[in-house]
């Protein structure tokens, strides 16, 4: 399996624009995440789907942030517009069901490095 | 909304050292403790990880100390080798009566070994 895969690795884009974030999960997972990383805050769940339903989705920090699972095999990130505050990395992960081999394990992917100018 | 606060926030060490990561967790009920490694530009992953019916957990150079009463877990990582420079998130799992996989992450620890 090829892991995780997120897309772009980096994005640069101007203040105002919208921003879509792309993720496919490893097969067979039943669970996706979405997670931001900054030096200040560290690594925050943003929202968590499970067989493609969102299930929490409080850390998403306002209505210009959206995420979709439209298949268990794809997940965007959307924030329209972007505001310079929004750069970080952003991180998907994916992991099995509990009932399932290796269901504690968090599989995240590289990254996509954001920079809103 | 932080649940979990971890320190230091960076650590240097000497090759061959004990490097000692702190983490402290607030009133919720968590079941699962795993610390992840990151190194530049890669994602985090799974280092180890501990439940708290147990007190020590250690796979090779690596231990996790659990403290349930005083809620904290650390990490520490013997003889301490450059390639150990990375950086370090402790986790913890929330429980609500069942699975969710959901993690609430520290910080993060920078930690940089000196040859």
């Known amino acids: 399996d090829a892991g995780v895969i997120q897309s772009p690795r980096h994005e640069v884009t101007e203040m105002g624009q919208e921003v879509t974030l792309r993720c496919k999960p490893i097969s067979g997972h039943d669970y996706l995440f979405w997670y931001r990383q900054t030096m200040m805050r560290g690594l925050e769940l943003l929202i968590y789907f499970n067989n493609n339903v969102p299930i929490d989705d409080s850390g998403m920090p306002e209505d210009r942030f959206s995420a979709k699972m439209p298949n268990a095999s794809f997940s965007t990130l959307k924030i329209q517009p972007s505001e310079p505050r929004d750069s970080a990395v952003y991180f998907c992960?994916?992991?099995?069901?509990?009932?399932?081999?290796?269901?504690?394990?968090?599989?995240f992917g590289a990254g996509s490095r954001l920079t809103v100018l | 909304q932080q649940q979990v606060k971890q320190s230091p926030q960076s650590l240097i060490v000497q090759k061959g050292g004990i490097s000692i990561i702190n983490c402290a967790y607030e009133n919720t009920a968590f079941d699962y403790f795993p610390w992840y490694q990151q190194f530049p530009g890669k994602g985090p992953a799974l280092l180890i990880a501990?439940?708290?019916?147990?007190s020590e957990k250690k796979e090779g150079r690596f231990t996790i100390s659990f403290n349930k009463s005083a809620k904290q877990f650390s990490l520490h990582i013997m003889d301490s080798q450059p390639g150990d420079s990375a950086t370090y998130f402790c986790a913890a799992r929330p429980y609500y009566g069942g699975a969710t996989n959901k993690l609430i992450f520290g910080t993060g620890t920078l930690l940089a070994v000196q040859p």
């Open positions: 501990i439940r708290p019916d147990v």
């Open positions: 992960a994916s992991s099995p069901g509990p009932e399932r081999s290796g269901a504690n394990v968090l599989t």
